[in-house]
Nanobody, 115 residues
Framework: QVQLVESGGGLVQPGGSLRLSCAAS????????ITWYRQAPGKERELVAG???????YYGEPVKGRFTISRDNAKNTAYLQINSLKPEEPAVYYC?????????WGQGTQVTVSP
């Protein structure tokens, strides 16, 4: 069973920054897409960012220019650097990995925005 464990969430002031981590229990080097999603209260889960095995990155429109996704295959870990967090962006952030017909989600890490 593949496990994904997110960490790094917490309370951040508007305009603040933090880095989220997603540690996988499986080697990730041979798997293409690792992605981050988030879900705000009362809203649908949305794509935040993704990174391929070749290093190509892509982002949801609301976070472009502010968030940065990366991966360290040696550590089997993906990261999400969050900058300039907006007050309307509190959410639970999840990492996601697809392997064949299986979909793996982490438990999520909470990001709270407060003055």
């Amino acid at each position: 069973q593949v496990q994904l464990v997110e960490s790094g969430g917490g309370l951040v002031q508007p305009g603040g920054s933090l880095r989220l981590s997603c540690a996988a229990s499986i080697a990730i080097a041979n798997f293409n897409h690792i992605t981050w999603y988030r879900q705000a209260p009362g809203k649908e889960r949305e794509l935040v960012a993704g990174v391929t095995s070749g290093g190509r990155t892509y982002y949801g429109e609301p976070v472009k220019g502010r968030f940065t996704i990366s991966r360290d295959n040696a550590k089997n870990t993906a990261y999400l650097q969050i900058n300039s967090l907006k007050p309307e962006e509190p959410a639970v952030y999840y990492c996601y990995l697809n392997i064949g017909l299986e979909n793996y989600w982490g438990q999520g890490t909470q990001v709270t925005v407060s003055p």
